[in-house]
């Protein structure tokens, strides 16, 4: 959700940019109003888009582990993932703006509703012209039109209807509307306060256009300012010269141009530059290097899960694994990690053994995953994606049973994530923009697959075979380093 929010936020703002340096002083305001509602829902759309990198022939993979692991610090100060009360006030100031301007969005419906319902309309063609109380000014609503008698004077009623009669004909309602409720959503974005403000001058030159076009310049424009100073009285007339009437005044004597081509060409080159980076570009590495390298990766939303749950996927392992008579005989016990990627449709493929111990029992806990039945894939952006996990088995020797051939029986010990609370250990430094160490189970033994972000970004890796791990972040991001089952380390970067 955090990337959405910061995409959207950008592709818009970007956008908006664009349209103040090429667009503002334009007068094609059919082709103003298709930008600026179009990059807004481009903006809105752009961040759900994953398609295939444009300049990648990778197989889309995202590396997530499961099982059991810890960590503490060497070198670094650690401290558990925990909710900070700033962070929770972020969320907290959020939701109330967006719930105050909900209300206040509900409050003018109701209004306007209200309105409706009190006033005296008459049908006129598709549009019901309703009459006002004195002392409100003239507006419209979806096709309703709201006029006062006292304020629209006699020689300008029929001009201000057609003002109005232009914001029901060109659909302005459903323009605001949108916007209206875009920036409920994203009320702290500055973009979406400049978009209303624009899309509603542009709402009125568009009107004033279709009213001109059956009046003269100067006769309009007298019509328009007797109406203004009698709706608000004299004591506004000050804002004839610093509102939006004289800058419709100023429009309706330029004479219309049509847009620059090269002005066209570089939006539509922005338009494209953005898709490109936040819909068409990869965001995942290679079956070859994911999961086992230091390299950075994204990752998914929504983590893969068996049909049955977590713990059905752990009873359905240790249920299947036999303990390889070649192992025990030889006394050989330990863990094998195995590491395996569940496909968009939740059959699992890839599986091998990253790390194992030899005698049989590496083969054994490959052959029981490949036989598994399948997940839930996991999803990124709402969409079905691959994810590699890493599971490890353990096997263990119990030298107080024996079988029938007299070799000791064995014991398998599949790591559920609810019986474990130990915390990992981490020995990591942070030199020259980049995070390196090693990760470490509670026992002391080194841990591949251990799950590796950088707080604040979608950036990461995996541990290595050896558990160690390299990842670049600027020094404002920390690291967050966890496994399924154990708590969630920090490590701060002392700045």
């Given at each position: ?216 310049i100067d006769q309009y424009s007298s019509i328009l300012i007797q109406s203004t100073l009698k709706s608000h009285g004299l004591a506004l007339a000050s804002s004839f010269h610093n509102g939006l009437i004289i800058k419709r005044l100023k ?123 399948s997940f839930n894939p996991g999803k990124q952006r709402g969409k079905p994606v691959r994810v590699r996990m890493v599971m490890p088995i353990s096997f263990q020797i119990n030298n107080d049973k024996f079988n029938a051939d007299n070799s ?88």
């Amino acid at each position: 959700m955090n990337n959405y929010l910061i995409e959207l936020s950008l592709i818009h703002m970007v956008l908006m940019l664009g349209y103040w340096f090429f667009l503002r002083g334009e007068r094609q305001f059919t082709k103003l109003r298709f930008f600026l509602l179009g990059s807004t829902v481009l903006a809105l759309v752009i961040p759900l888009l994953k398609l295939p990198g444009l300049f990648s022939n990778q197989k889309s993979v995202v590396a997530l582990p499961i099982g059991d692991i810890s960590v503490e610090t060497i070198a670094v100060t650690a401290q558990l993932e925990t909710s900070y009360w700033y962070e929770d006030l972020i969320v907290w100031v959020y939701l109330f703006g967006c719930l105050f301007f909900l209300l206040k969005f509900i409050g003018s419906l109701i209004h306007l509703i209200s309105l409706i319902l009190k006033s005296k309309c008459k049908r006129v063609g598709s549009v019901n012209i309703c009459k006002l109380e004195k002392g409100q000014g003239s507006f419209s609503f979806f096709n309703w039109v709201f006029i006062n008698d006292e304020t629209a004077v006699e020689s300008g009623f029929d001009a201000i209807l057609k003002h109005e009669i232009a914001h029901v004909s060109y659909g302005h309602t459903y323009d605001l509307i949108f916007i209206e409720l875009f920036k409920i959503c994203f009320w702290w974005l500055p973009s979406a306060w400049f978009l209303q403000r624009e899309i509603r001058k542009i709402h009125e030159y568009q009107a004033d256009a279709h009213a001109l076009k059956s009046y003269s310049i100067d006769q309009y424009s007298s019509i328009l300012i007797q109406s203004t100073l009698k709706s608000h009285g004299l004591a506004l007339a000050s804002s004839f010269h610093n509102g939006l009437i004289i800058k419709r005044l100023k429009t309706m004597k330029e004479n219309v141009k049509n847009v620059s081509p090269w002005k066209i060409g570089t939006l539509s080159i922005l338009v494209i530059v953005l898709f490109v980076v936040f819909a068409c570009t990869e965001e995942t590495r290679s079956d070859e290097t994911i999961g086992m390298t230091g390299e950075t990766f994204t990752l998914v939303e929504e983590q893969p899960e068996f049909v049955g749950g977590m713990d059905g996927f752990y009873r359905f392992v240790a249920g299947e694994v036999m303990y390889p008579r070649e192992a025990r005989v030889n006394g050989v016990e330990g863990k094998v990690y195995v590491q395996f990627v569940v496909e968009k449709d939740g059959s699992l493929s890839s599986v091998e053994a990253v790390k194992g111990i030899g005698f049989g029992c590496d083969e054994e806990a490959v052959r029981v995953i490949k036989k598994s039945p399948s997940f839930n894939p996991g999803k990124q952006r709402g969409k079905p994606v691959r994810v590699r996990m890493v599971m490890p088995i353990s096997f263990q020797i119990n030298n107080d049973k024996f079988n029938a051939d007299n070799s000791p029986q064995g014991i398998i010990i599949v790591d559920n994530v609810e019986s474990k609370n130990g915390q990992l250990k981490v020995d990591a430094r942070y030199s020259n923009g980049v995070w390196s160490g090693i990760v470490y189970s509670p026992e002391g033994d080194v841990l591949p697959g251990a799950n590796i972000v950088v707080t604040g970004t979608t950036s990461g890796t995996v541990s290595d075979l050896d558990g160690s791990f390299e990842v670049k972040a600027d020094k404002v991001h920390d690291l967050n380093i966890s496994f399924v089952g154990y708590e969630s380390v920090r490590m701060v970067h002392n700045r």
